[in-house]
């Protein structure tokens, strides 16, 4: 156990909707970043947050989005779903920004 | 090119033997390399990390880095059927930002 929750585990969703991923982090980590996996591929970077900023950012489309609130857990947020944002989104939290990460269960979302 | 290739496998040993798994890398500004292990429907789990030059150890797992090649691998002695996972090899360039850029993965599977 890495300490990093996420919520939901699970969620289907349809095409048009919205969704809100959310995170908490290690204790003590103040940088969370947040990656997509989908079924069969390695986690692809979306973005990264540190102290409430964001950090670097993925090839992601603006309709993902993101925010890190100050005990340092954090929210992803996608619109106007598509069928392709079906994956596995996992969170993984790390101290100072220092690059070792450590990621949480991971929520799996299915968009019909 | 991708950034990081992994043959996606699977590489089937016996039990007892030594697992052997590779990655490369296309950016020489790379700075720190990981593997996670992730079991079918769970979130990636690190296992090593290695920054330097040459091999580490951590109990059955040995690490081991070629800057000049663009190569990590990694070698898993005595295995066991527990360690049947898919292995993901990922990579680090601060200057990115600290995202981690995986590859796909290999697939493992230990025969009893």
């Known amino acids: 156990e890495t300490g990093v929750t996420q919520s939901p585990t699970h969620l289907i969703k349809t095409r048009g909707q919205q969704v809100t991923l959310r995170c908490s982090s290690q204790?003590?980590?103040?940088?969370v970043s947040w990656y997509q996996q989908a079924l069969g591929q390695g986690p692809q970077f979306i973005f990264q947050?540190?102290?409430?900023?964001?950090?670097g950012r993925g090839n992601f489309p603006p309709r993902f989005s993101g925010l890190q609130f100050p005990n340092y857990s954090s929210e992803l947020n996608v619109n106007a779903l598509e069928l392709d944002d079906s994956a596995l989104y996992l969170c993984?939290?790390?101290?100072?920004?220092?690059?070792?990460?450590?990621f949480g269960p991971g929520t799996r979302l299915t968009v019909l | 090119q991708k950034e990081v290739e992994q043959n996606s496998g699977p590489l089937s040993v016996p039990e007892g033997a030594i697992a052997s798994l590779n990655c490369t890398y296309s950016?020489?500004?790379?700075?720190?390399f990981f593997w996670y292990r992730q079991y079918s429907g769970k979130s990636p789990e690190l296992i090593m990390f290695?920054?330097?030059?040459g091999d580490k150890e951590d109990g059955r797992f040995t690490a081991q880095l070629n800057k000049a090649s663009q190569y990590v691998s990694l070698l898993i002695r005595d295995s066991q059927p527990s360690d049947s996972a898919t292995y993901l090899c990922?990579?680090?360039?601060?200057?990115?930002?600290?995202?981690?850029?995986f590859g796909g993965g290999t697939r493992v599977l230990v025969k009893p």
């Open positions: 950016d020489r500004g790379s700075q720190s």
């Open positions: 290695i920054y330097s030059n």
């Open positions: 993984a939290s790390s101290l100072e920004r220092t690059d070792t990460q450590y």
């Open positions: 204790s003590g980590h103040n940088t």
């Open positions: 947050y540190y102290r409430e900023e964001e950090n």
């Open positions: 990922a990579v680090n360039r601060e200057a990115a930002g600290n995202k981690l850029t």
